[in-house]
């Protein structure tokens, strides 16, 4: 048995997901095999541009702070991320530095530019967890992935309609950030679900795709968040020592 769902290309070839059967632990070992397959072939690459989101390497130190949190026997899986952290260069920016419009006030633009709206929602889940806006508009992005399996560079008003390119794969990584986030607090296995499809968009991707479009650092990130949110998951269902 192998895992096929990322066996082709995803920006080219939805994977619907439909009437997958169920195929217990071979299925789960096919599973993190293909991902450790995937977190190892990229280890050592280097990129030689910089993300665009200023809030990153805190946002990292954010979720591994919530997984420990809700996740105690996560320890020993955040090991990987955690060395890759320098404490002087991972501390929260200052939000008089960075000035975002209100998510109600963006979605109701009649154009809404993916990018800068995951840019303010990430920021608003760092400094604002409280606001009700948030959870909404998570849940809302999360619902139009699901629907299409896409991601798009803009969306008309409110999001009712995708626009532009589906095949930027930093926004997908975004989304996948936010819905780790987002998992990592609430448990609520619909943004794992959404999660693990993201990342097998991305891991489907041709090679130089993903290294001239996702930092070295953010893929690795991300990759090792899945794993963690999963191995937990079935930790006390499954001798974790099985994968």
């Known amino acids: 048995m192998n895992y096929k769902y990322n066996k082709k290309n995803l920006l080219t070839y939805k994977e619907k997901y439909m009437y997958t059967p169920y ?5 789960l070992k096919c599973f993190f095999e293909d991902r450790k397959l995937f977190i190892n072939r990229y280890a050592v690459y280097k990129t030689d541009f910089k993300s ?3 809030e990153l390497s805190y946002l990292f130190r954010f979720i ?13 899986y955040l090991r ?3 060395s890759q952290l320098s404490d002087e260069d991972y501390h929260p920016i200052k939000t008089s530095y960075v000035k975002y419009r209100s998510l109600k006030s963006l979605s109701e633009d009649d154009s809404i530019n993916t990018n800068f709206f995951l840019n303010a929602l990430l920021h608003n889940i760092l400094y604002n967890p409280g606001q009700d806006t948030i959870k909404i508009f998570v849940d809302k992005i999360t619902h139009k992935f699901e629907v299409s399996k896409r991601i798009y560079s803009q969306y008309s008003k409110n999001f009712i309609r995708g626009e532009k390119s589906n095949r930027k794969l930093n926004l997908y990584f975004k989304v996948g950030i936010i819905l780790s986030a987002y998992y990592s ?8 679900s959404a999660l693990i499809k993201i990342c097998d968009i991305i891991s489907s991707s041709d090679e130089s795709y993903i290294k001239s479009s996702i930092l070295d650092k953010e893929l690795n990130a991300l990759f090792i968040f899945e794993n963690v ?3 937990t998951l079935i930790d006390q269902n499954v ?3 099985d994968f």
């Open 23 to 27: 195929r217990g632990v071979e299925f």
């Open 185 to 192: 607090d609430t448990f609520n296995l619909k943004y794992l």
């Open 64 to 76: 591994i702070k919530r997984i420990k949190k809700n996740y105690p026997t996560s320890t020993k």
């Open 239 to 241: 001798n974790i020592d």
């Open 52 to 54: 665009d989101l200023i």
């Open 229 to 231: 949110f999963i191995k």
């Open 80 to 82: 990987s991320i955690a």
